[in-house]
Structures are given as C-alpha cells and as structure tokens.
C-alpha cells in the first residue's frame, strides 16, 4: 500500500482549508497513494493560542465533511480527514475516514484530551478499526499517541497494520527550527511515535502542521523502528511512502499479557 501524510500549513477559514485538502489530495493521487492523512483538527484549523479560526457550526462541519467526500470520490482516494464534529450533544475532536468511493467508513473520536483541552472539546468514548483495500488501520490523535501508549496497542491487537497519528504541534510564532528528524535535542514527540511502532511491531505515522516551529515532523516509521520518511520541518507538502504491510506482523503487541495488569 502507498500511504499519503499530507503537511499544509495553518489556515483561518474553512475554505482555506478545504482548497489545502483538494490540492493536496490531487497530490497524493498522482504519487498513487491509496489513502491520504491530514493532521489534527484540519477542519475548520486546530484553536492555537493566539492564532484564531473559524467558528465552526454543525451545518459548517456537515457541509465539509461532504465536500472532503466529493474530494475522495473525483481523485480515487481515501481520506482521513481530522476535524471538529457534533454527535449526540457533544462537541468532538475526531477523524474521519472517507473511502475512495466517498463513502463514510465511520470516525475515532479523541477520547485522551491534553488537560489543555478540556474547555475546547468533550471526550469521545471508543476505539475504531478501519479498513481499505485490505490493510487494516486505526487511528489516535495527538496526545493519545504521544502520552497514552494503550491506544496504538489497542490498535496493533486488533489486527492493524498501521496507526495513523494526526497532531498538531509547534507554533508560527515562537519556538526553535528543526533540522534533523529523531536529533538528540529535539522534543521527544518523534521518538515516542518510534516507539510506538516498534513496542508493537507495526507502521505508525505522524502527521503535523506545516508551521514555522514544528515540534515534529510528518513522518512514517517502520515496525523496526526505521523512519521510512519524513517531510521537511516548516515546508507544506505531500509524502508518499510505499509499506510493506507483511512486515507488520504486531508480534510484540500480541505478546502483551493484559491479564497481569487488570484492576481489581
């Protein structure tokens, strides 16, 4: 499977963000990737500390969500699709999946928020498994892969090949350039997207904003701990890797024995 994370840089509308969707879906198509990967809160934008978005609405988000369909189903694509979402009275961070037929596969909502978070969304509940052209995948956003380790085990234990990881990290403001994926001295963001691929034995990817400090860069890691790629800090774009889903055999993650460490 050739796999997409697509890069774009923050944006203030949802329109903004919905040309940045189209173009680098178009992208990802004519690399011939099977599915493509936008970071967290992509739509309407991720509510950064002194960076403002659009305020979204139910109908806003509904009417998105469609046109990412329509998105998938003209460039053959699968979407995920990260974006603010209204279910059952609750207001939720969550990604989509869209098929490449744009139809709905079903969403994981955030369901570990940074305590930072807890006035901006309400907590989902459940974990998903997807599928495309027969690779299995799940998915976890941004704190829950970085700090909550359990949520990409839960995903290799249940058959995924690769965890997909939207986050949003870093500033347009303040912090320092990166130059160098995995470098001592960078923050530990990519190491911890490492070791969830090889504590588990399965692909994880880590898909980030394109800002002027990024704290991470996009980038798919093998279940050997190997970084097949990794998209240039600060630069927008679109990284298409191949993976050898043979290889993700989620040997260590089946090893885990959940019986020693139940409650009582």
């Known amino acids: 499977m050739k796999i997409a994370l697509a890069t774009p840089p923050f944006v203030k509308t949802l329109a903004e963000a919905l040309e940045w969707v ?6 990802a198509a004519n690399k011939g990737a099977d599915i493509v990967c936008f970071p967290e809160s992509y739509l309407p934008g991720y509510p950064l500390m002194g960076f403002e978005v659009e305020s979204p609405s139910p109908e806003k988000m509904q009417n998105a969500l469609a046109t990412v369909q329509t998105i998938a189903a003209e460039n053959n694509i699968a979407i995920i699709i990260p974006m603010d979402w209204y279910d059952d009275g609750k207001y939720l961070n969550v990604a989509q999946v869209v098929s490449a037929k744009g139809e709905l596969l079903g969403y994981q909502a955030k369901n570990q928020l940074d305590p930072s978070e807890d006035e901006l969304w309400d907590a989902g509940q459940g974990r998903q498994i997807f599928e ?10 941004c704190h829950e892969g970085f700090r909550y380790g359990e949520t990409v085990r839960w995903a290799a234990r249940q058959g995924a090949q690769i965890v997909f990881h939207p986050h949003c990290n870093g500033s347009d403001t303040t912090g320092v350039e990166l130059v160098e994926w995995g470098h001592k001295d960078n923050p530990y963001y990519e190491k911890a997207t490492m070791m969830r691929a090889i504590e588990n034995t399965i692909y994880v990817a880590g ?14 890691i093998a279940p050997n701990g190997v970084c097949l790629g990794w998209q240039p800090y600060g630069e927008p774009g679109v990284l298409v890797t191949e993976i050898d889903t043979s290889l ?17």
């Open 248 to 264: 993700a055999t989620a040997l260590l993650a089946k090893r885990f024995k959940p019986n020693i460490y139940a409650e009582n």
């Open 207 to 220: 898909i980030n904003y394109a800002s002027r400090y990024p704290e991470s860069a996009s980038a798919i």
């Open 22 to 27: 189209k173009k680098q879906t178009r992208e």
């Open 132 to 141: 495309v052209n027969g690779v299995k995948f799940g998915i976890v956003i």
